[in-house]
């Protein structure tokens, strides 16, 4: 099943149009069985935050590139920042009081995440309905999250930019924030990673992301299955 709907994935072509050096990296992970936080992320998350303290000490947050370039991309499509961030930017934003720990793949996607500077989201694939696609969102669809510790439906802006799948949004505004149905549980046993590229690198970037991933996860389940599928206008 993973293969086939990772063949479905598409990106709206408009979003092509207007963001030419986007690339979308998606890579499935079946054959697991998630964990909760251990030695070995904690250790590997824990590298990964003294090494964005090291990168932050050089360049101050509003100065990196990849900041300022996911930035003006959502505020393209009506998002200030005072109203959303690229995820990998709020993870910066707390990596000096420590990321929270949360589960095995998902401390090491945030590890990665910030250690790289790009957006990595992490979804049950048991969970989706059909296949992920990024598209505009027509502000009538679905996103169950919470609201003070309570769940919640809530529809998104108009044009925003979002994944979804058949059943509704999977991610609000590009890689903000990811919805409760689909999120990474301790007992997840098929996994999705969604790496968001932009820029120049942005093919590089991601590729170069989700393989260390898979050389990651494969320490813990060596008999793991991958697919990947990569989405983009770069040859």
């Known amino acids: 099943m993973g293969a086939d709907l990772l063949e479905q994935a598409q990106v709206d072509p408009v979003i092509w149009e207007r963001y030419p050096s986007y690339t979308a990296q998606l890579l499935v992970i079946s054959d697991i069985v998630n964990q909760p936080s251990n030695e070995f992320s904690e250790n590997f998350l824990a590298g990964a935050e003294q090494s964005a ?3 932050l000490k ?3 947050l509003d100065d990196l590139d990849e900041v300022k370039l996911w930035r003006e991309t959502f505020t ?5 920042p005072r109203d959303g961030r690229s995820s990998f930017e709020a993870l910066l934003r707390r990596v000096d009081k420590g990321l929270p720990r949360i589960n095995l793949l998902t401390d090491l996607y945030n590890a990665l995440s910030i250690k790289h500077l ?3 989201g992490g979804e049950n694939f048991n969970y989706y309905q059909g296949a992920p696609r990024l598209t505009f969102a027509t502000g009538n669809e679905s996103f169950d999250t919470t609201a003070n510790g309570e769940p919640v439906i809530v529809n998104p ?3 925003e930019v979002v994944w979804r799948d058949d059943l509704g949004i999977t ?3 590009w890689n903000w924030r990811q919805c409760v149905r689909t999120r990474l549980e301790v007992d997840t046993t098929f996994a999705l990673f969604i790496f968001d ?3 120049e690198k942005s093919k590089a970037t991601a590729a170069a992301c989700a393989a260390e991933l898979i050389s990651l996860t494969a320490r813990v389940w060596p008999d793991q299955q991958v697919t990947t599928v990569t989405l983009s206008q770069r040859k």
């Open 53 to 55: 303290l090291a990168t």
């Open 58 to 60: 050089q360049t101050s």
């Open 76 to 80: 393209s499509f009506g998002v200030k």
């Open 118 to 120: 790009i957006p990595i």
């Open 157 to 159: 802006e108009p044009g």
């Open 171 to 173: 991610c609000r505004r």
């Open 197 to 199: 590229g932009l820029g």
